[in-house]
């Protein structure tokens, strides 16, 4: 069974930036598209970023611009920079493949506060 440990998370002023990392245990890394998505009380689970195995990427709309998606294949290994970060950025932040597993890892929280 597929395991998503994500770690890096904390606590930023707004303005700074952070990076987040997830280790994705055994095969199901291979040739798949992996994804950021983060969750808070208020809101349904949404992605934010997304990348191929051979590293193309796509943002959503709220992150272009200040979220850069990465991918190590040889380490089973996607990061999160995140620049110019906003309280609403806010969340529980976790990865996981497109589409998304029913399996889902502990996540790692990001709050964005001054």
């Known amino acids: 069974q597929v395991q998503f440990v994500e770690s890096g998370g904390g606590l930023v002023q707004p303005g700074g930036s952070l990076t987040i990392s997830c280790k994705v245990s055994?095969?199901?890394?291979?040739?798949?598209?992996m994804a950021w998505y983060r969750q808070t009380p208020e809101k349904r689970r949404e992605s934010v970023a997304s990348v191929t195995y051979s590293g193309a990427t796509t943002y959503e709309d709220p992150v272009k611009g200040r979220f850069t998606i990465s991918r190590v294949n040889s380490q089973n290994t996607v990061h999160l920079r995140m620049t110019g970060l906003k309280p609403e950025d806010t969340a529980v932040y976790y990865c996981n493949g497109v589409p998304a597993t029913t399996t889902w890892g502990q996540g790692t929280q990001v709050t964005v506060s001054a």
């Open positions: 055994g095969s199901y890394f291979v040739y798949r598209t």
